[in-house]
Nanobody, 119 residues
Framework: VQLVESGGGLVQPGGSLRLSCAASGFIFSNYDMSWYRQAPGKERELVAR????????NYADSVKGRFTISRDNAKNTVYLQMNGLQPEDTAVYYCNTYRWSGVIRYNYWGQGTQVTVSS
């Protein structure tokens, strides 16, 4: 499994960024995909998830209405469109997928991409 994020950078408050995560090494369409983030001194938190089958989504309350997760199964890529960015969105953003083996969940992570929101 390989997950490679891109699209991070420095943006002013109120700006937008689109993150991409290119996946390989597994049957992408069969797996839920998620974006997490981790700010300095804080725990990693789930930002958004998109399910494999129906493509249903869920979001952290802090990003609802501003962020949109989507996937392109033909390109094995998941996206995170981030609008209305605020300084509190500053973090390293990680792409994630997982699989279950019995009761054990195996997580797979990308290397992360830095998002900095500052004037």
């Amino acid at each position: 499994v390989q997950l490679v994020e891109s699209g991070g950078g420095l943006v002013q408050p109120g700006g937008s960024l689109r993150l991409s995560c290119a996946a390989s090494g597994f049957i992408f369409s069969n797996y839920d995909m998620s974006w997490y983030r981790q700010a300095p001194g804080k725990e990693r938190e789930l930002v958004a998830r998109i399910r494999s089958a129906a493509g249903t989504t869920n979001y952290a309350d802090s990003v609802k209405g501003r962020f949109t997760i989507s996937r392109d199964n033909a390109k094995n890529t998941v996206y995170l469109q981030m609008n209305g960015l605020q300084p509190e969105d500053t973090a390293v953003y990680y792409c994630n997928t997982y699989r279950w083996s019995g009761v054990i969940r195996y997580n797979y992570w990308g290397q992360g991409t830095q998002v900095t929101v500052s004037s």
